[in-house]
């Protein structure tokens, strides 16, 4: 992904030198699309009672997202982003050795962050931003294989709310369109629980904490 955002960033860059500016102003709405990374720093607590001395491990995931900002003044703007990732996690030492794979989850984390934009009538437009989450956890699921060693099992994950902060770059191609380069710091905490037929009811502590990696276009209305 690193080389990927290199040569995408070059590419903004030397695209920025078209003329025209889609400059952002007081009372305007951007609209992005963006493909991005969500990859989770996570921290895990033990599988419990049965597992204490192990934790669980989260997958990256890559998927489209959109996002809308009001400038409220020509430097300051209130973001909100819509995304939906799946995400699989397993045990971090084998838990139990032959299954892997423990369980999947689809995530939805509505963000909205103010952000200040440095130099809104520049071409090359860096902005920083801080906000408030709200992640929601659907569609949770065991594996087959935990299923095939304990039995039929439900999974719950308890909604989070947490905060969040950004910092990007908007560079523009023409009047009303931009490139952007977007990377967002998440504070995700939640608890798994997994009921089991064979082995009880298992909890487990999970701080996601993802970073969010984002390149894509956006539109000045």
Known sequence: MSKTLYFASAAALAMATLTGTANAAAGDTLIRVRAIMVSPTEKSGP?????????VKVNDAFTPEVDITKMITDNIGVELIAATTKHSASGNSGVPGTIGKLAS?????????????????????PYVGVGANLTLFY???????????????????????GWAAQAGLDIDLNEKMFLNIDVKYI????????STTAAGVQNVKISLDPI??????????
């Open 47 to 55: 599988i419990l009672p049965a597992f204490p001395a192990n934790g």
């Open 105 to 125: 989850t689809w995530v939805l984390p509505p963000t909205l962050t103010v952000q200040y934009h440095l130099a809104p009538t520049a071409k090359i437009r």
């Open 139 to 161: 569609s949770e699921n065991a594996s087959k294989g935990l299923e095939a060693a304990v039995g039929k099992t439900k999974v719950q994950m308890k909604t989070s709310a």
């Open 187 to 194: 504070d995700i905490d939640t608890r798994a629980k997994l």
């Open 212 to 221: 969010v990696v984002g390149v894509g276009v956006g539109f000045r209305f």
